[in-house]
Nanobody
Framework: QVQLVESGGGLVEPGGSLRLSCRAS????????MGWYRQAPGKDREWVATISSGSRTKYADSMKGRFTISRDNRKNTVYLQMNSLKPEDTAVYYCNANLPHTDNHAWGQGTQVTVSS
């Protein structure tokens, strides 16, 4: 049974930083592409960043230069370092695991990030 557990969300002031973590179990973590998505109130879920099984990274344009996705296969964990946070980054952030070349996706329960003064 696949389980993804996010942590690290919270309240931060504009310009601040947070690091989200997502620990996976029930999968061979190293072969999965891992990603982060977010959903703000009243909006659709949007893609934030992806790191492939080979550690290639991709980012949504609005996150480039501010967010960094990384993974530690020894710990079955993917991270999202978020810097220079803006109020519009406020959302629930979700971890995603995708088996490459398939429609096999798993989701975490989400972690709330609130950027406010």
């Amino acid at each position: 049974q696949v389980q993804l557990v996010e942590s690290g969300g919270g309240l931060v002031e504009p310009g601040g930083s947070l690091r989200l973590s997502c620990r996976a179990s029930g999968i061979i973590f190293s072969i999965y592409n891992m990603g982060w998505y977010r959903q703000a109130p009243g909006k659709d879920r949007e893609w934030v960043a992806t790191i492939s099984s080979g550690s290639r990274t991709k980012y949504a344009d609005s996150m480039k230069g501010r967010f960094t996705i990384s993974r530690d296969n020894r710990k079955n964990t993917v991270y999202l370092q978020m810097n220079s946070l803006k109020p519009e980054d406020t959302a629930v952030y979700y971890c995603n695991a995708n088996l490459p070349h398939t429609d096999n996706h798993a989701w975490g329960q989400g972690t709330q990030v609130t950027v406010s003064s």
